[in-house]
């Protein structure tokens, strides 16, 4: 999910403070966001600055082992699993802008793809693990280019005249690439073929559609998104090509953060409809919905494992934003992280086999050092 940065959609866009954390209260709902980062070091490890930082981690299901990701001075988000699940891209302030850098899933081999005067967001692998997809404010304005996954082949994908394009998203087949323009005076959904050619608009109604969500059904065959079209933001599911577009609920209350289960068959998504954010399961035609969570804390950001045996999702039911586990019937919800945060989570990732889940913690206050992966 692509965003133009937390400066400058606080100029159009309400946001909410809770906790050190940076909520965007319209549009993007309750997306974590993280802070700004320094210098890039290696591998050696460096003590944060005495606000704390955002670091990545993984931790296994179980919650016994907890692998540092990549220590630089400063701040990291939006980690990428490849398809394989032996390496990570994530996005880094360290050198004073948002670069993309890549590292073993042992948090070794710390290698930067990208060095621009400007800012990364969003990397993407390919289906097929050859090719990350980003975007970059590089030109001044936000664009989607793409590179191999060594960061050589470095291609530039739109050419908006007016406006940004953001929020790439590939196919399942890897053949095509969904993503979000505002060049027309709105925020569009769009398609292109992986090469950059072939590009269609796919939505044409008044309002934000896909602004945070676009995501791609597991065949192929539908996306689900989100949209302010008739007022709050809520979901929408539409053909490939832009056909049939329907609302996943008719409840006409804030819903979002959808994700699909690995089967196609059932949608998980976060719903304000009874006065908090609570997670809720669905069909994927939007029958059949259910909550999951209920409590009076917030509850939102589920994703399926990719086994669709478990759920995760964050909670700050017990005063912290932590991840949990459940079962897709809400059943069994378990405490996955534990302590290494005060102030939250940002987005999480779980490895293509299921066995972790990689994230994002705010260290807060000085720390001591810890051992850093070998620089081999």
Known sequence: MGLLGIQELSKNFNVLCVSGLLFLSVGCGILLRGGEIQDPGHLSPVDSSPEGSWELYWTSLDGSKIQPLGRLTGNGR???????????????????????????????????????????DDPEWSPDGSKIIFTSDRTGNWEIYTMNGNGSDLRRMTETHHGNSINPA????????????????????????????????????????????????????????????????????????????????????????????PDGRKIVFTSKRDGNWEIYAADADGSHQIRLTDNAAMDYNPFWSPDGEKIAFISNREKVHEIYLMNPDG????????????????????????????????????RQSVNSPSDE
């Open 78 to 120: 939006s980690p990428a699993w490849a398809p394989d699940g032996s390496r990570l891209v994530f996005i880094s302030e360290s050198g004073g802008e948002g670069d993309i850098f890549l590292t073993s899933q042992d948090g070794s081999h710390l290698t930067q793809l990208t060095r621009t005067l400007g800012e990364e």
């Open 170 to 261: 590939w196919s399942p087949d890897g053949r095509w690439i969904s993503f979000v323009s505002d060049e027309t005076g709105d925020w569009e959904i769009y398609s292109m073929a992986s090469d950059g050619t072939q590009k269609r608009r796919l939505t044409f109604l008044p309002g934000r559609d896909g602004y945070c969500w676009n995501e791609w059904s597991p065949d192929g065959r539908f996306i689900v998104f989100d949209s302010d079209r008739e007022g709050d933001s809520e979901l929408y599911v539409m053909r490939s090509d832009g056909r049939n577009q329907k609302h996943l609920s008719e409840v006409h209350v804030r819903e979002e953060g959808p994700a699909w289960s």
């Open 331 to 366: 059943s069994e919800q378990v405490r996955l992280t534990h302590g290494i945060s005060d102030k939250g989570r940002d987005r999480y990732r779980w490895s293509p086999d299921g066995s972790k889940i990689a994230y994002v913690a705010f260290i807060g206050g000085p």
